[in-house]
Every structure is written in structure tokens, then in C-alpha cells.
């Protein structure tokens, strides 16, 4: 299984940016996928995850209304769609993978860096 984020970047405060990620390696029936990020110096955090097979999402409180997962289980595509970004909000973002029959995220990719500049 492997994952790879794409579409970080430099972004002014208030606006928007969609990260990508491409899902291979299986089918992915049952799997949840998610969005995590780490800021320099402080320990990773958890954005959002998305339930392959439904769709359902889930979004912690702190980032409700600003982020969004979703998934394209035919083009294999997780996004992260960020809107009225903070620079609080720059990172290295990754997605990652929690396979069937798992509670834990066991497959990640590489990171991709947000930067929001005030």
C-alpha cells in the first residue's frame, strides 16, 4: 500500500488549498483514511478521516467548518480541502491509512508542506 500527498505550498492568510493524496496498492473496502499534520517543534496532530467504503467523515471540533476530507474511490484520491487558513495552520501534512479490521493508522505517506504567511 502506498500513499503520496501532493499540492502543499505558500499561501496568505484567509485563503485556500486542496492537498491530494494517491491511494495504490489494494482495494480498500472498509479502510479509513485520514489527513494528519505536525507543525515544527510540536507532536502530530489529527485533521480528519474518511471512511472508504460510505463516505462518512469526521473532522475534530477544532477544525470543523475550515477543513473537509473527502475521497473518489474510483480515481483512488483522497483531498483535504483547507479554506481561511491560519498561519497556525502551517505544517507538513500527511495522509495516512488504517486498514480493515485495524484501529490504528498503519500506512502513511510522505508529507506535503503548508506554509500560511500573515
Known amino acids: 500500500v502506498q500513499l503520496q500527498a501532493s499540492g502543499g505550498g505558500l499561501v496568505q492568510s484567509g485563503g485556500s488549498l486542496r492537498l491530494s493524496c494517491v491511494v495504490s496498492g489494494g482495494t480498500f473496502s472498509g479502510w479509513h483514511m485520514g489527513w494528519f499534520r505536525q507543525a515544527p517543534g510540536k507532536e502530530r496532530e489529527f485533521v480528519a478521516r474518511?471512511?472508504?467504503?460510505?463516505?462518512?467523515?469526521y473532522h475534530p471540533d477544532s477544525l470543523k467548518g475550515r477543513f473537509t476530507i473527502s475521497r473518489d474511490s474510483a480515481k483512488q484520491m483522497v483531498y483535504l480541502q483547507m479554506n481561511m487558513l491560519k498561519p497556525e495552520d502551517t505544517a507538513v501534512y500527511y495522509c495516512?491509512?488504517?486498514?480493515?479490521?485495524?484501529?490504528?493508522?498503519?500506512?502513511w505517506g510522505r508529507g506535503t508542506l503548508v506554509t500560511v504567511s500573515s
Open positions: 495516512a491509512a488504517v486498514p480493515y479490521g485495524f484501529s490504528e493508522f498503519e500506512y
Open positions: 474518511v471512511n472508504w467504503s460510505t463516505g462518512t467523515t
